[in-house]
């Protein structure tokens, strides 16, 4: 499984080519296409989680819309203050 910084790195490049929300099983769908976790076996489940904990940072690039749903802060997206 890759580290952390790779993962953020490679959801930030992500949702900036989308250039719209994501779902968590398109991401995890996307990371397994592209290599970077072609050895886990549920990408989806994985995505969830580390997305989850990712946008729970008030000061993540990423936040959370809600329904599954991801986008980048700049975007508009906005996250409670813990």
Do not use: C, N, Q
């Not at 490679?10 to 072609?38: C, M, N, S």
Request: hydrophobic share 35%; aromatic share 6%.
């Amino acid at each position: 499984m890759p580290r952390p910084d790779r993962f953020r790195k490679k959801v930030l490049e992500l949702l900036k080519e989308a250039g719209r929300p994501l779902h968590y099983a398109e991401i995890g769908r996307l990371l397994k296409e592209d290599g970077l976790w072609k050895d886990v076996k549920e990408p989806e489940k994985i995505a969830k989680i580390r997305l989850s904990a990712l946008a729970r940072w008030h000061r993540s690039p990423v936040v959370a819309l809600g329904k599954g749903l991801y986008a980048l802060r700049e975007e508009g997206g906005t996250s409670p203050e813990p």
